[in-house]
């Protein structure tokens, strides 16, 4: 079984369209995470919930809203894309905060391009 | 402010050398971790090993080994004897534990590519 899925796995659609990605995990982590990674392969963190609350908001416009309904969901939704947005997005889980210092599990990644 | 600074973008070696990735970190927190990943052409993400701050024991797995240094502030990552199945983007990261919520900060990443 996939630790940390990600759906849809590649994602194209048009400038100002909606798209939303969704993640789950099933180790029982109680974390989970979004990062972006651009066309230089740099991973910044997005958000990040613990057991549903938003703990970590980087500096994202807010066409960005994440929404997590359990703590093994956290879905992306973005709002009238741009073509900056285009990069691979990936979930990530782990367990416990900072006084947990587990690894992050990544998702296999969802790569959207905005033409 | 917490920093990782991997400064080599790309190496290139033949199969059979063995290649070393540096790794140098900024954080003024005394309890941190170290992380490294790799991400194979295929694009996930693999955690290789974490190291805290307090252990500074060099690790071996396998064909691959870390030497943490604190007093350089340096996690280096070896590849012994690499293989064309090493190639891949590997990523540095630091956890630092105050008022961070466990943030993760990563490098800028270092390509290798392992040519037969």
New interface residues.
Partial sequence: DTAVSQTPKYLVTQMGNDKSIKCEQNLGHDTMYWYKQDSKKFLKIMFSYNNKELIINETVPNRFSPKSPDKAHLNLHINSLELGDSAVYFCASSQGLAANTGELFFGEGSRLTVL | AQKVTQAQTEISVVEKEDVTLDCVYETRDTTY?L?W?K?PPS???V?LI?R?SFDEQNEISGRYSWNFQKSTSSFNFTITASQVVDSA?Y?C?L??????????Q?G??T?VVVTP
């Fill in positions: 971790y992380f990943y991400q694009g996930e993400l955690f974490r805290n983007v990523f990261a956890r630092w534990t105050t008022d961070s919520w466990g943030k993760f990563f800028a990443g390509q």
